[in-house]
């Protein structure tokens, strides 16, 4: 089930990556301060990160944001400026949520 796809900005690569509007926020049901989402990492080519990252994601001002892991990844699967992510939640190898990365460049 998809959560949301984001073509990311500076931003979201530098402050923590905000979930877009129109996200669909069931998965994550409804909390309050912050909640881990164990995450499968997935490039466009289908390569995986060998282990699940946990994403600390946090209430801020009423919308949800990816920090504290979101930056790991961002570092780890050389993020840029203009890539899409699609998160989405998925029941496999222990984690609960996978992100799929696409380089737009």
């Given at each position: 089930?998809?959560?949301?796809?984001?073509?990311?900005?500076?931003?979201?690569?530098?402050?923590?990556?905000?979930?877009?509007?129109?996200?669909n926020?069931?998965?994550?049901q409804?909390?309050q301060?912050?909640?881990?989402?164990?995450?499968?990492?997935?490039?466009?080519?289908?390569?995986?990160?060998p282990?699940?990252?946990p994403?600390?994601?946090?209430t801020?001002?009423?919308?949800?944001?990816?920090?504290?892991?979101w930056?790991?990844i961002?570092?780890?699967?050389?993020?840029?400026?203009?890539?899409?992510?699609?998160?989405?939640?998925?029941?496999?190898?222990?984690?609960?949520?996978k992100?799929k990365?696409?380089?737009?460049?």
């Amino acid at each position: 089930m998809e959560i949301f796809t984001k073509q990311l900005t500076r931003v979201d690569l530098e402050k923590g990556l905000v979930l877009p509007p129109r996200s669909n926020l069931e998965p994550l049901q409804r909390f309050q301060g912050t909640i881990e989402l164990s995450t499968i990492i997935e490039s466009a080519a289908g390569t995986r990160l060998p282990e699940p990252v946990p994403i600390h994601c946090s209430t801020t001002g009423g919308s949800l944001v990816f920090k504290t892991g979101w930056y790991h990844i961002a570092n780890k699967v050389g993020l840029k400026s203009g890539d899409t992510v699609t998160f989405y939640q998925e029941v496999n190898g222990g984690a609960q949520f996978k992100l799929k990365v696409r380089n737009d460049r």
